[in-house]
Structures are given as structure tokens and as C-alpha cells.
């Protein structure tokens, strides 16, 4: 088993309970999540020996959330004390028609975004591990993120380690001209990085790239620009999903996974959806599991698709199936009562 | 935007958690509503200023509908205080084949039908508005609230304001006889209305219409029925919708609006449902903004069948969109996180 | 062991979660209570098979009553189903110099007190039971309240069965010169009874009798005025409490018991309290078991203070305490955990 | 109606709040339960008078096991007290892909299956019922439970009362070799048996027949060894369903009875399921009431399916539906409010 | 009665259940509330027009704050919607010697403290009002907030209304030499207020008086302080309150006014407390109802102090008292039950 | 800081909601603790490295245990899966006179109760830390606790780790002639112990000593007896408490501490408790931190008695306090919120 860090910020999840709005209810339950959160804690019921590093206050919601990250089984060695906010999103699920909703609070303020590592916390990280996730959410927030997430980064490949980088683009973090602003940091990620997560929107939109043979279709697209990123970059794995919300409220999700010149992809999944969020930290996950473990490509997607699948179905943004449950999951339907 | 007032009763909903029944459960989460307070609550959230003219007891109970109500956005100066009791149901959803239950106490002791109000009151609340909404369900309980509402419904009328009927025939409440015993008052409040909710099964059981050309298929009966309709009791607008409850469990609502002698349709709505109480309330609260704004017919039957659309996918009896989240959902399937 | 009946109302109790409001809270926690299911319930954990006579409607809230009854440990077979609704009342609990709150819905139109039993129905039970409890909160309900309790109370005094009565003035449901208006019907009452709970208010209040003495004392005005009533009733046993609510929030409860023409008092108890209600119900539930079974008085009074007490120390109306439980307070100051 | 006992074991059940794990909550709703409480406590329903015979211990978690009894409508008469433990299990429920599971404690350290009941037990209860529902369950606790089944079996056979055996085989609790150690215990209650539930697995694993046809679909191995155990072992009525777990979630079922040489089947009912435990309870007590009352066995089936259909839609191991309830099923396709 | 604005920053208040920590527990009670906000709501429970000027974000967030204000019964017609955040706290209540802990996010970044009014509000805050409530609360925040709370002040008391404020100093907000920091903030306030809220402490430590007879008890400074603050400053009312935290937990309050050169004390009032935070206001508006009616100084701290003492009594930070409340509680002790 | 470890069961606490009994309640809330998880809980907040070695089952409580005392703080590198059972107790909580109740699962089918650790293991912890924690309630489970509790001290006492041993005597585990059953092994323990948690009790009763002056007060056979416990032992450091629970229903404490044939003696504490169970594991963990750092004797039982008065304001048996919770506890009466 290989021992993993992410780099990422806490995030406190708030929601309100059923399908009530924050107008109705007066309940919130909470949670501590983010992507590397939620990747790292996955990695651990995977059996790998797992680490955060990151930043929060010297407070009560500092202590929750720290006494909630080992709870998912994470290491805090790397987690600093500092600053004084956490940052928050509140959620109200929706229903049918009606579209669920986040609300956040000031991420810009937090201990994560204000408060620097010491600079000798790279070192001592990359020497605890065999490779670092990333995620283009933390390049989004602002020039302290982005110079920490690439020193760190920096250290770990030249000592050895692996980059991991989800590219994660969420337009509301960028704002304006969000794609431009963005490129020049996505770039120096990919060069950095050993596994990325990405699909063909992001060769588009972030990297701008063209389809030279006009197609317009997401797999004809994904099936030019993938090998593209990967030998312009040097990207040993390449790997993503395509999700489709079905009129039943249903998702159906494709996972694929590029190495070595060649896709390979999961069987679509079609099913009903619990709580969503997080779901891609879960696919992440399992491919590095599986490649970590040099297993095979196709076993790789197979594995990854069955933990995205499985995420979607427990509350919360951190997936929390064991290597048994999504073994179990590859060979299966629908769950009946195990007694 | 207008100002509008409904006249009606204030009830209190009691309703056991998730899907268990009374005699399961030990706890009931309780809020306030009403076929009038849904009307102007929606339309309060459509951006007019809207009152609710109705009478509760001067308790603990009476403070919490107070409350309730200011919270929902309604101007309560027309509520007044006295009388000893609230109106009660009791709701135990059903799930699949076990049906949903209602268990009402006994509302005709209730201050709303007990207390009358004072003559001036009338004038008063002629003055402060545009139109009035009343419905078939204040018209049921007792002669007190049938004289009540005829002689709002007539003050309103002389000073130009808007009469708004929602025929809402319930039998359980007119008992046997029901039909006949209500045909005198509902065509009383025919005469007055100017925009009326019903469809062909008011005009063939209540008004004791028949088919003359023997459609025995609800839309023919509609189509032949809801004119005549218009024509005898001159009322500019009529509109209603029929519900199909689908086999799996889904419903399907179609919306119409009849005015100036033409009949407009929105396309067929098929959607899950989470809580369907108030959705009628949704719909007539659709038509009364679009009319009263004086939008085409069209976009009025679709704004309509939005809001009870989106009723039917929040907790409660109140509808709690926003113009904005309806406008929204007229263009739109199923919905995604909005971050 | 004996055989015992109460016949009285069954109503539901909706309360507020902790200390808040109904204005605040949005949830009630429900149970089913009553005083003479209160002194039943407590009676079978004391040994006895006991029933309750009532009516209730023949819905959920009905079927919900029932079980609760049944859960309580009293046998249901005098409890017909008929009418049309349960007597409720909400509770909002005080703290400190803030009272609390209890608020009535309309309980004269409950099943109890509207549908008249069959004749025969007294008959069955008089032949069921060694001994019925009645309570002066059914005398205060209505006529047919009145004509059943004292036709039962006849026709099982009649049979050889003891007739129990608590006297139990409530000013609100007597109303103005409500003291006029209950005499008589106390006086039938106490002419028919065995075992009365009362203290010096009501000899002075209801049945209007004086001190010839001038006394002004609660204590002496018991002392002189409860030996003539006994005397003129022909009652054997008179039993009651005086509370003193302390400074400190803490009560002070003194139980007497008048026999054979003797008084015989528990020493004063002083403790915190949890939940009130129905602790006079477990003062008379615990005369009731020590008399029925020949306990000598003074037994009778400790062993009904300490119900009492205990009762003030238990969530809802209903007395919980086994006569184990009772047996060991007799004998403890403060409860330590038992392993 | 009939007097019915069921022998067996009352187990709590600690449930995890909606979909969450043990890991994630921290909280649990308790209930009451085991195949016999089910079977007794919906025959209750039906309009039988009904007891349970068990042992619970004399603490806290027996007395609410027993009030728990009591509110289900159960007679406690044949519940006794003593040893120490009550079984437990835990359930988490699965959404989807992720199956639902159950963690037993040391059922085996029960009060039920330590301390054995006094002889004159069983002939107490054998006066008392015209009939007894026993289950696998049971037979495959330890040597006590078994001698203490075919006792009571036998009396009440002896006494002319019908014995009901549900051979509800649970791989777990037979261990290894189950089937081969389970047979001679299945045969024993097979020939006490007038009414046995199964179907063809039971006959194939349990009782070690083969298809001399080579049929291998269920129906066609149903056909025929269904009538060779009925005539084998002189059983009036057998009965059992085929539930189908489909691609949506939703379940079929098809229950079937076979009766003086004849097979009767119900029409497949396709649903959504809330609760699915208890189902096969509920479908027993459907086929016993049919029975008992001599109705005619297609009515049987149809009630009987009715009856498991509606024990899906409820909360909790223990059907709720009244008689009223089944009949109005039969002839339903989806409910609707009831106001 | 009077119309009365206050102008201050609305909080969401999240509290964890009981007495657990954030890391204990994992739900949240959420409400809105904030020292205008109880003052004005307190004030409408009195029978005054109340109004709160504020700023809230244009989602559910500012939603929900909107929906509660309404609810509390004041009205938001100067509430504009701007900015991204609402400000919050997280409050773990204490116990006995463990210190209960309030956890803030960052106040400055919200709508109130980054989004100017239109300068056209204060006029017509001004013309809708008689009097508007400010506190040293949002002197505190930053630039904006204070020469927005200067501005209204300002123009109120140039149209003649009255200006009231709340010294409340709080240390965490000023930081270091935060006395010197607030100085001339507080003077100018201390210049245009015509009722002021504060005591000796405020004195000494924020306007740098000292006391020439050197006394050092609380009442010494007071009584000599405070006219010369009064006399210094031109404010025709100041008043404040004495508070001492006893051994046993209970709280003794001693409230005073200072009018026309003369002092007014209450009684001490000693109590239990359910939820302090806000007590401070409830005297505030307590004080404020009695000098905008008229009332003489003696009724004013009579019912202030009574008015605060209820405070303590109820959960959550705004009042929720009724005049009829505090006249009651002004002549009673502890509260029994009211039927 | 230290490295310290325990030895101990890990208990599943389940507990009704409120003062409400199992009969009552519906819910429980769910933790684990254990005297030994109590106590290194509490001393990785005060900052010292800890461990438990126990054994848990490889199932979901299994999980749920293992994710709670990671979220604890505590090293989980010496818990073992295997065995089937978790032990578990149900708590009601008493109020007043009534006394709360405990009530047990089998415990000694529990995973920890019958699964041997490798021996292995033993060096394994030996070499991992610096001391190791018994207690008295896992020397009275079985002949195998016994054994491995006996085994691991004696590898650490001849590692030069400290072996610290908590009487803490349980008559119910322990059975009829208990004390004598207890006593060689307790005599065992003590002879291999550095520091030892007991009090005269203990002497006098488990370890059949007799007070040679024939004191009977506590306090005087305290004096007299540990010093001889001390010298026959070899016992280094010898702590404890003395608990009087109040009329008043507070608890008054007293700290003592032996080391070097001197005692010192803490202020007695008296404080109202909100959850007492695990105090005493609270005062144990204060002495170790302190011992094992090397304060001073009268600082270490002041430290201590913090923690342990600290320790009853918090819900749940484990202890919550930071070092510096303790340290600000040291110098406090009763705690005000800290904004």
C-alpha cells in the first residue's frame, strides 16, 4: 500500500435536513469535507496510509474539523493550526424540478487561503509520502494557494514522489474570464503532474484547445485532445467521466482512463442518486488506488466507476466504501439486506 | 405589482415524520396554512403586497399562526383576534398502494367560524386592495362564513376591485346532498367572480350542467362546458387543471385558461411528487400574477403550471418560489446544484 | 390484587420540545393521558388489572389512543369507539418567573363527551371490577358526562364495588359562580363514595362549609373541616395533599390521610421537579393501592407521597413507577446510577 | 375469530436514521420485533385475539420489549421473566448498489433461549389458542429452542389446535452443513404441521428432494415437489411467494397457496418498498387469517399478498394494516390522500 | 405607541444542541438576531411600529434572515439586499465551571459592514420613525459602519426624533488600546443621543473620566459618574444595569435609570438563567418603552429589570415577552402553570 | 510528552434521550468508551502520544468503534479485529429521587473477552510507549483478560515502561465472595504497579486489611492504610478520591495523592453534575499527566481534581478538556461565555 498527502482546504458543510430550505428549517447537520479531503479519506479505506495537509484556525470549529479528519481515518501530522476561519457552504437539496442550492461563506478569508506553510513543511511532506493530490479548486482561490500547491508539488516530484492533479474547474471560483486567467496555472500543473483528471472540456475551455477535425460530439472530442494533453504534457494517466442526468433523475456515468497511448472505458452506469457531491473525488480515488497498485487499466476504470457509483449513494461529500465494498459492487446490481 | 387579500381560515397542520403513522410515531412537526394563505403567501413571493383578512384566538396557538404568517410574508392587519379555537388536521402520508391520511378536528368551532367581523371591517379591506381571493372551502362551513364572504366578495366588488373564485368543492365538508345544498352559493359567487379555478366536473356535478353532446371524456366535457360557463355568469377568466396520478406514482398535470371566449393549454407536466397539498393554491396564485399583471394568456397557463409544479417539490402546504425560481423552471427539466 | 376502572376522558397532550414556545418551536411530542388513565396506568404497575371506561373516535387519532393505553398497561374493553374527535391540549413549559402554558381545543365536541355508552356497558364493568375512580374534571364536562358518571357510580356501588371519587375543581371549566353550579353535583358524588381525595378548599369553596372556629390556617381549617364532611358523606377514607411551591423552584409535598376518624401524615417532602402533571393522579393512585389492600394508614400515606414524588421525576402525565420503585424511594434522599 | 399464539423470540431493533452507517451517526430508533411478534401483532390487527410466548428478562430493555407487546395488541399473559439478555440487531439500510446490513448480538445468550418455561406452560397455552405459529428461526437457535418448539407443537396438536409451521431457513444461523443438520428438525415440524409456508428451495436444500422432471426454473420445480411434501407429510395448506428484486428497485412478488391437491396463485404486484423487513410475516398472518375463517383460497392469496405488499410501505419489522386496509389494497393500484 | 427603527447588523446564530462541543455534536440550531434586532422585536411584543435598517445578501442565506425578521414581527422595508455574506457565531453553551465559547466568522466581509446605504434611506428612515436604537456594537466594525451610524443619528435627531445608544463595549472588537481607539467615536454618539444605555465601566474606561472620591466600589462611581456624563454630554436619560454572577449559578440584576438629575433603582432580582445573550437588550427596550410613553422613572426600571429577567428565560437572543408578560411578571415570583 | 498506552474493553454506551426510560423512548444516542479509552483519550488532549490496546469485531459496530477513537485522538495501531461481539450498556438517567439505571449486554462474549491477542503484541506495545493503563473491571472479566492484563504489565514493567493500575472495584462483576475472589489478583497487579488508583475501600475490603486503630471515618482509615499499601507493594504513587453526593444533588470531591510517605490533599470541589460517568477516569489521567511529567505532588491532585470536576460538565463517559481547559478550570468558580 503506498502512503498519499492531498493539499487542499477544509471545508465546513452545513445542510439543512430533507428538502427544506434555509427558510423553513431551523437544523442545520454538519460535516467536514473538501476534495482532497475526501480523496485522502477514500485512499484510506482503500488500506493506504493517507495524510492532509492543510490549515485551521486554533479554535472550536478548528477542533471539530480536526477530530472529524481523523474520524475518516486521515493522518493530521501535516495540518497546521492558524488563521481564524473555516471555510463554509451551506446546502439545501432540491427535488425534481427544483434545483438544489450552495451558498458559501468568504473562502478567501480562511486559515487555508491566509495563513503560509513553513517552507520546511514541503521537505518533511514529501518525505512522508509517495504522492501528493492536488486539485484546481485550491488553484482557483488566490496567490498563496497557487505558489504553495506548486512548491509543494515541485518538492515532492524532484524527490520522487507522484503529482496527482484533478483539474476541477469551477467557473464561480475564477470568475470573468475565468479560462484565460486560469490556463497559464492549469499549465504548470499538467507539466508537473504524473496522473490527471480531466476531460475534453478542459482541453477546450481552460488549455484552448481546438478539434482539428471539427468534431462536436464529447467522445470524438475526448478520443482527439486526450493524447494530445498527454504527450504535449508528459501525462503517463489521463483519466475522467461523463456524466448524463437522466429524466428519471437518474445519472449515468462513463469512466475512461488513458495510458500509454490507449483508452480504456467502464461500462455506462445507470442509477439513483443519494447525495452527489463528492462523487469525483471518489472516482479519482479509485484510479489512483489502481494504478498506485499497478493494476491493470481496465480494472483501474472498472474499480474507479464502481466508488463513484458507490458515493452517490451514502450522505455526505466523503465516500466511504472499503476496497471489499467496491470489489463487492463490480460484480453487482442492485443491494439486497446482507444478514 | 398589486395588492391582494384572501379570505379564509388559518389551519394548523400537524404531520407525523417521514412515513409513519399516529400510532408509530410519538412526535408532529406543525406549521400553518389554507387555501387563502397559500394564495397570498405565493403571491407575496411574486413580488405584491398581500394581506390575509381571517380570525384567530388571542393564545398560544393564535400567536404561532400570527407569527407563522408575517414569516410567509403576509400583512396581518386583517386578521383579527377572538373566538377560542384554531382549525386542526393531522397528516399521515401515505407511500406506494397505503394512502395518505387527514384527520381534521373540529373547525366549525374554530374563532374563523365563530367570530364574525366587524361590518367596517369590509370596507377597510376594500379599500387596501386590488382583489380578493376566496375559495369553496370557506364557502362549506357555515352560514356565518357564507354570509362573510358574500358580503366581502359584494363591498369589493362595488369599489372596482378584482373578485377571485377557486370553486375547491369538497364533499366530505358539504356532506350528503353536498351538491345540491352548494349550487346556490357557488353560483352566488359566480355572479361576483372575475376570475374563477374550476374545471368540467364543477359545472357538471355543482352547477348541474349537463353535456349536450354526451362527451363523456373530460376534455370534450371541458371544452363544450367551461364557455357556457363564462357566458352565463359573465367571468373574464376561468382557468383549473387536470391531475393524472400516473402508475408510478408520478403525476401529470395539465393546465387551461379560458378567456375572451378562447381556451389556451400548457404542455402536459409529469413529475414526482413530494408534497402535493397547496399545489392548487400553486396554480390559482400562477394565474391571478399573470392576469393581474395582464401577461398574454399563454405565458399565463405556463407561469400557472410552473409555480404547482414546483408546489409539489417543497414541504408543506405554502408555496415558497420566487417569480424568479418559477421563470426559471418554465425552461427547465430536472435540476442540478446551483453552486 | 384488585380489579380497577377509572372512567374518564383520554387526552392527547402536544407539547414543545425543552422550554420553547409554540410561536418558537415547529414540532410537538404527543402522548395520551387523562386523569383516570393516569391512576390506572399507575395502579397496574402496582400489581393491579385495571381498564378505563371512555370513548374515542373511530380514526388514527383514535387507533393512536388506543395503543398508548394498551402500552400503559391498561386493559381496553370499556373503551368503545364513536364520535368524531380527541380532547387535546397543548403544553408549553415555563422556566423560572415565566409560567407555563397549557391551551385547550374544544374538548365539550369530543367522542367522550358526545357519545352516550350503552346502558348495558355499566352492567359489564360493575361486574368486572372491584372498585371505579372517578374525577371531578368529568363532573365539570357537560350533562351526559354527568348522567353517565353518577349512573356508573350507582350501579357499581349498587353491586358491592367501592366507588373512589377525586374531587379535582378546575375554576376554568366550571366557569363564573362555577362553585354553585358543582355543588350539588359533589355532594351526589360524595354521597356515593368510599375513598375521596379532596382537601379544606373544597369543603369551603364547594360544598360552602365553614370554620366554625375562624381558623385561617390551611392546616387547621383540614383538621376541623374534613372529620365533618367524612362524617356527613359517610366517607371512610379522605385523602390529599398540600404543595408549597419553594423559592428555589423546588416543591414541598404533604400527604394526609383521614380514617376512622383519624388523620395521619407523610413527613414533608421537598424536591426538584421535571414534569408536574399528573403527580396528583399518583398521590390518589398510591392511596388507592395501600387501601384496597388493607395497609395500615400510615403505610398508605408514605407510600403515596413517595408516588407523588416520583411522579414529579418522569416525562409526561403518566406515573411510570413500579411498586418496587416506590417501595425503595420510600426509603432515599437522591437517586444514585444503579449498575 | 380465532385465538392464535406464535412461540418465539422478541428481538430489538436498532436502526440507523435514514441511509446513514454506524460510523456516521450516532443515533438509533429501537423497536420490537421477531417472526412470531409479526404474525401475532397483524392477526391482532385483523380482529384475532393473539398471544405471544416468550421470555424476556426482568430489566429495563424487557419491560420495554413488553410494553412494546402491548401496544401491538399482543397478549402478554405467556411472556415470562427471566435470564438476562434480550437479542439485538442492527440495521443500516442500503440505497441502491450499496446493500443494507444487519449486526446481530449473541442471540444465543437470550432470556429466550437460556431459560426454559415450566412444563405446564405449554398446556396452559394449548387450552388457550385454537392455534400456534412457530418459524426456522427458531428450530435453529440451540438444542432448548427445539425440544421447547416440538413440545408446545405436539400439546397443542394433541389438543386439536393447528400448528402453523414458516420454515424460514437463514444460512447463517445453520452454520455449515446447515441444510444437513437442519433436515431432521424440518421434518419433525412438517409432520406436527397443518399449515407449512415455503417453496421449492425449501424442499430442494432443506428437505434434500430432487426434480425427477430436471425442471430448473422455480415455478416448474414449485409444481412439483410442492404436492409430493404436501402429501408426504399430510399438509393441508402450503403456501409461499417469489419475490423478484428488478432493475428500478422495485420488487415482485407472487404469492402462491397449495390446498387439497390444488395450486392457487395471486397476480405478480410490482411495487416500491419502504421497509422490507417482516414481509413474509405479514404474508403468513394474510394466509392464516384466510384460513382459519374458511375463506376460499384464491381470496387467500389475494389478502395474503395485499397484506405483504402493504407491510413494504411501512416503518419497522411489524405490519400496522387493519383488515379494512388489506380489502381496500386488493383492489388498488397507488393511494391517494384520504381527507 | 411610538414607530422605532434600530440599525445594526443582523447575525445567524448557530448553536450545537444542549451542552455538547462542534466536536461532540453534529447538528446545528440556527436563528437570526443581533442587538437591534432585539431590541426592535422586543419593542413590537410592547405595541410599537417597529423597523430594522440593515443590509442583508441576495440569497437563501439573506432569505431566511428576511423570512425570521418578519417572523419576530418587525418590519424590513429598510432592509436593503447587496453585499455577499451574512455574519455569523457558533455557540457552545457551557457548563457549571466549563466556560460556554462563542465562535465568529468574519463579520467585516458582511453585506452590513461592506454595502453603503443609498444616502436617500436616512431621510426616509428618519421621516418613518420616532426614535432609532444604534449600539457600540457597530461602532465597532469599521469606517463604513461608523459613519453610516453617525449619518442616520445625525438626521433623526435634525427631523426630531430621538437617538438612543447602547455603549455596549466589547473588548475582542476594539483590539488593543481599543479604549483609546473608541474614545471619540463613543463621544460623538454621546453628543446627538438623547437616551444612552451604559454604566460606570463605560465611564472610566472608554471615556477616560475618573473618579475624584477615588471610590472603588461599582455603585460609588456610578452614582458619582453618571450625572456628569449626563450633565457633560446633554443626555436626558441614561441607564444600564449591575450584574453578579452568584456561586450557585444564578444571577442577580440590579437595573437604575438616570433621569433629571436624579437616580431610580429596582428591586435586585435574582433568578436562574436559560439563555443570557441578549438580556442586555430586553432591559434596553424595556427602558425605551416606559420614556417613549411617559411613564415615571420608578415604573421604567421596574419593568425593564422585569423585562430582562424574562429575557433570561427564554432561548435564543431576542426577547420574546408581551407588555401583558412583563406586567405580570413585575408582581410574582415564580411561575405555576396557567390552565 | 508521553507515550502511553491502556488496556481495556471498548463499550458501546447507548442512552435514551433526556430523563426519558427505555419504555418511554423510542431513541438512543450511541458512543464508545471504556475506562481505558476514557483515560488515553484524555491525555492525547493534554498532548501526550496514546494508544488502546483492545480487540474489536470485523463488522460495522466494529467500524463505528474504531471511527470514534480515532476521532477520540487515540492510536488504533494495537486494536485487533476479530471475535463477533462489541460489549454494550444502556443508560437511562435518573432524576431527582429516582435513580438512573444501567443495564449490560453479555459482555464477556465480547471480541475483547474472547479473542487473545498475539503474544507478539505485547513486546510490540512494550516497546511503543512509556507507561500502560489498567483497571480493575477488565481484571474481573474472565480468566483470559486476566492473563493478558497480567502478561502485558509484566512485559512492560521489565521493558522499564510504568505500569498504572486503577482498582476500581465492581461488586456486580465480581460476584458473591467477591472481594476474596479479587484479591490475589488485585495483589498481583499492585505488586507489578508504579502508580495505583484505589482508596481505603479498597484496603479494607478487596485487600483485607484492617485498621489497626479502629478508625472508622474514611478519611482516618485512609491515612492509616495507604501508606501501608504503599510500603508492602513498593508503590511509588497511590491516588484517589472521595465522593459525597449532596442533598442538593451536587457532588462534593476531594483529591488525595501519596507519594514519597506524604499525602497531599486537593481543595474539596462542589459542583452541579451534568453526566458523571468517566469522572473517575478523568482524575486518574490528571494524576498520570502530571506524575509522568514530574510536577509537583500538590500541583498534580489540584490538576487532576480539575479534570475531573471538568470532566462532569460534559456529556459522555470521556473526558473533552484541553490542558489548557484544566489549567484556566485551576483558578475558576463558574463559568461566564467567552466571546
Known amino acids: ?14 445542510e439543512t435536513p430533507g428538502y427544506s430550505t434555509l427558510s423553513q428549517s431551523g437544523s442545520l447537520a454538519y460535516s467536514f469535507s473538501g476534495s482532497g479531503v475526501n480523496v485522502v479519506s477514500a485512499l484510506s479505506r482503500f488500506g493506504h496510509e493517507t495524510y492532509l495537509a492543510s490549515t485551521l484556525p486554533d479554535n472550536s470549529l478548528g477542533d471539530a474539523a480536526l477530530s ?14 492558524g488563521g481564524r476561519y473555516v471555510g463554509m457552504y451551506f446546502l439545501e437539496r432540491g427535488f425534481g424540478i427544483r ?3 450552495v451558498t458559501y461563506t468568504d473562502r478567501l478569508g480562511s486559515s487555508f487561503n491566509t495563513v503560509p506553510h513553513d517552507p520546511a513543511d514541503w521537505e518533511r511532506i514529501a518525505d512522508a509520502v509517495d504522492a501528493v493530490h492536488f486539485c484546481g479548486i485550491t488553484l482557483a482561490m488566490n496567490e498563496l494557494a497557487r505558489t504553495q500547491i506548486k512548491r509543494l508539488a515541485s518538492v515532492v516530484k524532484s524527490r520522487g514522489g507522484k503529482v496527482i492533479f484533478d483539474c476541477n474547474y469551477r467557473p464561480s471560483l475564477w470568475g470573468e474570464d475565468g479560462h484565460a486567467r486560469a490556463k497559464p496555472h492549469y499549465r504548470e500543473m499538467l507539466e508537473l503532474a504524473d496522473i490527471v483528471f480531466m476531460n475534453e472540456k478542459d482541453a477546450l475551455l481552460t488549455l484552448g484547445m481546438t478539434s482539428s477535425s471539427g468534431a462536436e460530439d464529447p467522445l470524438s472530442q475526448l478520443l482527439e485532445l486526450i493524447p494530445q494533453v498527454a504527450k504535449q504534457y508528459g501525462i503517463g494517466t489521463i483519466a475522467g467521466t461523463h456524466r448524463r442526468v437522466n429524466a428519471d433523475n437518474t445519472h449515468t456515468l462513463t469512466g475512461y482512463l488513458h495510458a500509454d497511448g490507449a483508452f480504456w472505458f467502464a461500462q455506462p452506469s445507470t442509477f439513483a442518486v443519494y447525495d452527489r457531491v463528492g462523487a469525483g473525488d471518489a472516482y ?19 474499480y474507479a466507476t464502481a466508488a463513484a457509483v458507490l458515493a452517490h449513494t451514502v450522505h455526505g461529500d ?9 470489489v463487492k459492487a463490480m460484480s453487482r446490481k442492485a443491494g439486497d439486506i446482507e444478514r
Open 1 to 14: 500500500m503506498s502512503r498519499i498527502a492531498a493539499f487542499g482546504e477544509v471545508m465546513m458543510r452545513l
Open 318 to 326: 466523503t465516500p466511504l466504501a472499503s476496497e471489499a465494498d467496491v
Open 68 to 81: 472529524y479528519l481523523r474520524k475518516l481515518g486521515v493522518q493530521t501530522t501535516f495540518v497546521n493550526r
Open 284 to 302: 479519482a480515488s479509485g484510479i489512483m488506488h489502481a494504478c498506485l497498485r499497478g493494476d491493470d487499466p481496465q480494472y483501474a476504470v472498472d
Open 99 to 101: 434545483p438544489g442550492k
